[in-house]
Each structure stands twice: as structure tokens, then as C-alpha cells.
């Protein structure tokens, strides 16, 4: 079963939606099948499938039809079935929770119906609706498009020339197009500073030069916001006014939605690491500051109040790197809930396993990262490497000689770790093989040793084997 697309879709329901699911597919109205139900039921017990290998097809069959052999073609078509019932729910559950989008829909079949009194009652409710939302991004005006492109419609089919619906419907989809242009541009910005990736910028430079001479960059927000963050971060050797661009997204930060305020936030933060990265080491705190802005206002949750794991172990490296002990063991245990499963255990061990160890509690932190098991090789270094400096500082030779064994092999049959990866890791493990046999060497090897080190490029965690080596 858990290749089946049924299982990943079912697998990603919470609680409030199978409780929701279980009713959809039993009205009437949308099912009639009682293989359906049982299929519905078996998967609703199981869920969230802590023992995913006991879900085998015959195992789920036998709950469908107790009394008929294992039928492989009517079991797909009944997960077939059931698929398509849970995106139906899904679907009417995004249009019930969308009450703009809602009244849009209501509205154009309204007028499908000829029923212009009831088109204009759904017409005013969207307007309603937008002024109390206060949101003013893209998706705003693609809506108001829609509502004018919709009344403009309804008049013409009465033979009425009144062009001032058709009007603001090209001016709100025209602002729909700006708004998402520069953003799909500041999003390629940040992508390009991270990898090798040619992007097309279309129609940018006119679509600016359009945007000053209306002056929409300073009274629209949906195109504000992304035409200073544009404008300042395509300059390679320009100064980025943090604090400015600080102010402009707490002036703004009612008119978009969550999602969009996260890739907000994000671009700002990823420039602060960029700059820590080359040297610049205030950009850390400033990283740190626009986190626990972000954490303070919910940013980060999604719809589902879920957190992401490269998110949380984020912030908390680098808090504690910054040292903020006390703000980052409170994070920790606040977030861990809402990291979403499988991986809420594995991370939040390595976490506080981290945090345990910034402070020497080496027993505790051992114990929580040899339960931790990564797919990700980032994380997989990680945990060894920070094992590694806990087996030499403590002395456990026999611990560290088998795990720098270990270490070695799993670099090696990493294809895409890049040979720089590899490089600066193999060079961690042969150094602290030669650590190791300090205790006997002689003044001399030991300066050979220090130099060596100094003048190896790439190197994990070189300010560390420098300290060591004077303390031995």
C-alpha cells in the first residue's frame, strides 16, 4: 500500500479532515458503494500508519470483502474510487474555507442562471469580504478582475455599453500581472544566489519602467513590497537597508497572506546568512531578529499549523550560535508539536541533542542523537560530527576510532555530497586521526601538525581541531 497514491493522500489528512472525510463518504449524495466505506474505515483506523509494512493490499482486502479472494483489479478500481472522493472533499473543503473564492463561483453561475438579483448579492458579499480581509497581494486584484470581468459580462448580455466594469477589470488584472512579475523575479533572485540558474526575465524592464511612471511602487502593496525588495537585491554591490526593509514589511504585513509573508521574511534572512558566510558577523543577530519576528507573528506555520523541520533546526542553530540559551530551549519544546510526522521525533532529538551539547552536557546529548536516524545527508553529517567531537573531548577512543571509520565509509558512497563535502570532511576525520596520537609526539610534530592544518583549505570544523590541538 504505500505506493499507492491513495495511501500518500490518505497519509497526509489530519484529524478534523478524516473526521470531515468519513461523512462525505457516507452521504448519499456523493457515494453509494459500501466497499468505499469499508476501505474508508480500514485506513481511518490505521491512520497514521505507525506500521505501514502491516497494510499489505491483501490485508486491506480482506476488511473490504471478508468472504471473496484477493481481487487485485476490483481492489485499484475501489482505491480509485476513494481517491477521487477524498479530492472532491479536498476541493469543496478549499472553496468552503475560500469564502471570496465561494462567492465568486456562486456569482458566475448565477449569472449562467440569469438570476442578476442574486448575481448582485454575491457581487456585494465579495466586496465585503475583501475590505474586512484587509489583504491587498495579487490575489486580491486577480479576484476583483474576476468580479468586474464578471458584472461586465452580465451587462453585456442585457446590451448595456457602461464600460467602467471592463474598465477596472483590466486595471486590477493589469496590477495582478505587475504584482506576480516582480515577485516570480525577487523569488529567481534568491534562487540564483544559491545555484547555478539562468532565468528569463520576460518583459521586467518595461514592466518597471510602467510601475515608476504610475507610481504604483509606492501606493500599491502587492507591487510595493516586491519592487523595493527587487530593486534591492538585484544590486550585487548595493547597501541593503535592513531596517528599512523591516519597516516596509510591518507596514504592509495585513495585505498578504502567510504564505507569501514567509517568502517575504525568508529573502532577508537568507541574505543576513549569505553575509555571515563571508565574514560579516553582526548579519547573524540580524538573521536571529527576523526569525523570532517571524516566530512571534506565526509566520512560519502553515495552513495546518505545522512547522518545517529545515525551519525549526534553522533557527535554533542559529540561536545557538549566537548563544540565546534560555529564548531557544523554550522554542524547542514549544515548536516540537508542530514539526509534521514522520520526522517530528528524529529532529527534535537532534535539536535538543544539539542544544545539550553547546552546553558540555555531553551524556545527554549522546543518548538523544544515537537514537536519531536522517535520510538527509546534511543531517547525517551533523549527527556525526557532533558525535565525534563528544567521543574526543570525553575520551572514548574505542567509540571514536569505529565511528571515524564509519564516517569515512559514508562520505565515500554519498554520490551527491559534491567533492567539496567531501574534501573538508575527509580532512576532519584525518586530522583527528592524527589528534589522536598527540600524547606521544614531540614539540616539532606537533607544530607540523598545527601548520598543516592552517594551511588546509577545506576543512570541517577547523577553528575546533586548532583548539584541541593546543589543549592536548
Known sequence: M???????????????????????????????????????????????????DKLTKEYVYRHIHPDRPFDRKHFYYVCSFLKKLIEDYLLYRQLRDKPVARQLQLARVYRYKGLSRHFTESAQTVEKLQDKARLRNAEYHFQRYRLHHEKFQLASSRNRTDASDL???????????????????????????????????????????????????????????????YQVFSDKDGEVDLEQLKALVSQHDSAFSREELREIYFMPINFCIRQYNMGHRSYLREAFRLYQQGVQYGIFLDNNQQLSRF????????????????????????????????????????????????????????????QVEFEDPYYQLET?????KIYYVQGENTALFSLLESFQRYIYRQKGLGKDHVERFHNLIRFTHRLLGLPTATAATRERLQTEIEATPKVADKKWLLEQLVKA
Open 311 to 370: 525551519t525549526y533546526s534553522n533557527i535554533i542553530m542559529i540561536a545557538l550560535a549566537l548563544r540565546e540559551f534560555q529564548w531557544v530551549e523554550a522554542f524547542i519544546h514549544q515548536y516540537h508539536p508542530h514539526l509534521r510526522q514522520p520526522y517530528r521525533e528524529h529532529f527534535y532529538n537532534f535539536n535538543i541533542a544539539n542544544f545539550y551539547f553547546q552546553q558540555n552536557d555531553y551524556p545527554k546529548a549522546t543518548h538523544l542523537l544515537q
Open 384 to 388: 556525526r560530527r557532533m558525535l565525534l
Open 167 to 229: 474598465q477596472q477589470a483590466t486595471d486590477h488584472l493589469d496590477l495582478f500581472y505587475r504584482s506576480e512579475q516582480l515577485r516570480l523575479n525577487y523569488l529567481a533572485l534568491g534562487i540564483r544566489s544559491m545555484a547555478n540558474f539562468e532565468f528569463n526575465e520576460g518583459a521586467l524592464s518595461q514592466s518597471l519602467a510602467y510601475i515608476e511612471q504610475k507610481g504604483f511602487q509606492q501606493a500599491i502593496p502587492a507591487i510595493e513590497i516586491y519592487y523595493h525588495y
Open 2 to 52: 504505500q505506493s499507492n497514491l491513495l495511501f500518500a493522500l490518505f497519509k497526509s489528512l489530519n484529524k478534523k479532515e478524516l473526521r470531515e472525510l468519513k461523512r462525505f463518504v457516507r452521504s448519499p449524495f456523493h457515494n453509494k458503494r459500501e466497499d468505499v466505506i469499508a476501505l474508508c474505515d480500514c485506513l481511518t483506523r490505521h491512520w497514521p500508519f505507525p506500521d505501514p
